[in-house]
Nanobody
Framework: QVQLVESGGGFVQVGASLKLSCAAS????????MGWFRQAPGKEREFVAA????????SSADSVLGRFTVSRDNAKNTMYLQMNNLKPENTAVYYC????????????????????WGQGTQVTVSS
C-alpha cells in the first residue's frame, strides 16, 4: 500500500501564499500519477492539479491556472502544491491522491481515477 500525508495548510489572508506538501510512503510511489483535489463544505470534491510520473506532464483546473503550481521531488517521495494569490473561494480541505492510471496525454482529473488518498489539510482564506 501507499500512504499519503498532507501538510502545509493554514489560515491566511487574501493574496497570501501557501505551499502544501504530500509525503508518500511505499515502494511503488515512483510509478504513480499524483494529484491534488479539494473539497469545500457542502460541495463535491474537485480537481485542482496533477502531475505525471516522473513529472513530465501537468494538468490543472482553469480556476487555478497561473496561480497554483504542482511539482514533485521523486527522490524525496514528495509532491507539492505552491499556491499564490489565494482567494476566499480557495478555502477547502485539500487532498493528496495517487493513481496507477497511465495516460498518453495529461494526467487525469477525475476523482475516480485516483485510488490512494491522504487525510487532507485545511486551507482557509479570509478576506
Amino acid at each position: 500500500q501507499v500512504q499519503l500525508v498532507e501538510s502545509g495548510g493554514g489560515f491566511v489572508q487574501v493574496g497570501a501564499s501557501l505551499k502544501l506538501s504530500c509525503a508518500a510512503s511505499g515502494r511503488t510511489f515512483e510509478s504513480f500519477t499524483m494529484g491534488w483535489f479539494r473539497q469545500a463544505p457542502g460541495k463535491e470534491r474537485e480537481f485542482v492539479a496533477a502531475i505525471s510520473w516522473p513529472g513530465g506532464s501537468k494538468s490543472s483546473a482553469d480556476s487555478v491556472l497561473g496561480r497554483f503550481t504542482v511539482s514533485r521531488d521523486n527522490a524525496k517521495n514528495t509532491m507539492y502544491l505552491q499556491m499564490n494569490n489565494l482567494k476566499p473561494e480557495n478555502t477547502a480541505v485539500y487532498y493528496c491522491a495517487a493513481s496507477h492510471l497511465q495516460s498518453c496525454g495529461y494526467p487525469p482529473s477525475r476523482t475516480n481515477d485516483y485510488i490512494y488518498w491522504g487525510q487532507g489539510t485545511q486551507v482557509t482564506v479570509s478576506s
